[in-house]
């Protein structure tokens, strides 16, 4: 079965970095698009980065544009998400995401939480 599974989350001091992992399982990996996506205390869901299957096409909210970089490693079914410079508005619970025949999978998530 598919399974997603979230690592690398913390605590962190406005202005570090953290490196986010998601191990995914159960489906060709490489095939797919990835996505983040976040959710903070009382929000909705929120989008944050897309990577295409192959790596090559990437998009980011404009909330983490130029602070955040989503990679993936095929060979290893790994999608990553380097966050710098964070802020405290960065806080929150991170999930992969994979789209897999019209129905969405989602991982446990991590938690990442940014304050001095």
């Known amino acids: 079965q598919v399974q997603l599974v979230e690592s690398g989350g913390g605590l962190v001091q406005p202005g570090g970095s953290l490196r986010l992992s998601c191990a995914a399982s159960?489906?060709?990996?490489?095939?797919?698009?990835m996505r983040w996506y976040r959710q903070a205390p009382g929000k909705g869901r929120e989008w944050v980065a897309f990577?295409?299957?192959?790596?090559?096409?990437?998009s980011y909210a404009d909330s983490v544009k130029g602070r955040f970089t989503i990679s993936r490693d095929n060979a290893k079914n790994t999608v990553f998400l380097q966050m710098n410079s964070l802020k405290p508005e960065d806080t929150a619970a991170y999930y992969c995401?994979?789209?897999?025949?019209?129905?969405?999978?989602w991982g446990q998530g991590t938690q990442v939480t940014v304050s001095s």
């Open positions: 990577i295409s299957g192959d790596g090559g096409t990437t």
């Open positions: 159960g489906f060709t990996f490489s095939s797919y698009v």
């Open positions: 995401n994979a789209l897999l025949s019209s129905r969405n999978y």
